[in-house]
């Protein structure tokens, strides 16, 4: 356990984040906690830096990796900036759960890519804040799991994920919200939401007053180069429920594992992992990548998971279950 490191979240000790920055300019590899997930942290400026990000994720070299940024300027050192009324837009968006994706300036073709563009991210965590203030560089960061495992909410979960592979690992406890961050971009004069995530739609169109659409809505919409992949998934198989009654008769007839709001657990008769109230999506949401990480360490050979309403955080909760199940629901 010698590379991961006890950090405050709210006041990160000034010495580790002096170790990690070093780490970052000599072109090594940091995992760190964010609001959202935990990142796995390298300089963007530096293609060989990235490279090892993809080495220790086991990433598809075709997948770009999400810039992390800490201030206005440093947007404009990495991308060709935004207009004055975008910015008053961003400036109140930021620090948050929220990824643009805009054309990019100044950074290579390891994290983009290969692409045109750059996803660039504020965090709203101050670790990641201070790494990036005190290495002085744009920190490119993709969530710290193993590719294709859920994303870790918990640095003990990178630890399990990708052990020594990282130079160091900082444990600033769990994440608040569980699920990444929303990825969308600019399209004409409308909003195209790549991947839903903590900041909802709702609060997407409220802000910026435009048009937005799911990408998936239409068929000419384009499809952020990681959502082709098998994703956020169980070694189990996991079964969504559409229904009480779907998720209580396959509770009944199979030796699984229920996946739910405590208001269903009550009612399934099986053992559960409770998710949260349905009253609190949340809830629901901080607890639904470790609760995978439970189904593959019980006894059950597969899940049966509830469906949730999908508004607010609720788009993002079920898009993750969609792609946990691979689209497969109970009869
Ligand atoms: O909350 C988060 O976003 C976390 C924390 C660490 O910031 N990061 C994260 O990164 O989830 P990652 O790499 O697991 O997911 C980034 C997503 C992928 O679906 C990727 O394809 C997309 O963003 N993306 C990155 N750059 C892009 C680009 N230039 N154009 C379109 N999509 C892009
Ligand atoms: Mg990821």
């Not at 429920?241 to 008769?249: L, Q």
């Not at 593959?296 to 607010?312: N, P, T």
């Amino acid at each position: 356990m010698d590379n991961v490191r006890k950090i405050d979240p709210v006041v990160p000790n000034r010495e580790l984040i002096e170790e990690a920055s070093r780490i970052i300019n000599g072109g090594g590899t940091v995992a760190f906690p964010t609001e959202t997930v935990y990142g796995l942290g390298a300089n963007a400026l530096d293609d060989e830096a990235c490279k090892k990000i993809y080495e220790v994720k086991g990433r598809q070299q075709d997948n770009p990796i999400i810039v992390h940024i800490n201030d206005f300027e440093q947007l404009e050192s990495v991308t060709q900036g935004l207009s004055g009324k975008m910015r008053e837009k961003f400036e109140r968006v930021w620090p948050g759960p929220l990824t643009v994706v805009l054309k990019k300036r100044n950074i290579g073709l390891v994290p983009t890519a290969g692409l045109e563009t750059v996803a660039v991210r504020m965090p709203a965590h101050r670790v990641p804040q201070e790494l990036i203030r005190r290495s002085g560089k744009p920190i490119a960061a993709p969530s710290a799991n193993k590719s294709g495992r859920p994303s870790p909410v918990y640095a003990s979960e990178v630890l399990e994920d990708l052990g020594q592979k990282v130079d160091l690992i900082l444990d600033g406890g769990a994440s608040s919200f569980g699920v990444e961050s929303t990825v969308m971009m600019f399209k004409g004069d409308e909003i195209v939401i790549l991947r839903p995530g903590a900041f909802s739609a709702e609060d997407i169109k409220k802000i910026f007053e435009l048009r937005v659409t799911i990408s998936g809505d239409t068929p000419e919409t384009p499809v952020s180069p990681g959502m082709k992949y098998r994703h956020y998934a169980p070694e189990k198989e996991l079964f969504l429920a559409r229904s009480e009654e779907k998720a209580i008769e396959a509770c009944r007839e199979g030796n699984v594992l229920f996946i739910g709001s405590s208001e269903l657990a009550d009612k399934v008769g099986t053992e559960s992992v409770v998710l949260g109230s349905r009253k609190d999506l949340y809830n629901v949401a901080r607890n639904l990548f470790p609760s995978f990480r439970k189904l593959d360490r019980s006894r059950y050979s597969a899940g049966i998971i509830e469906s949730f309403e999908e508004k607010g955080i609720g788009l993002a909760i079920m898009n993750r279950i969609a792609k946990a199940t691979g689209g497969r629901e109970v009869k």
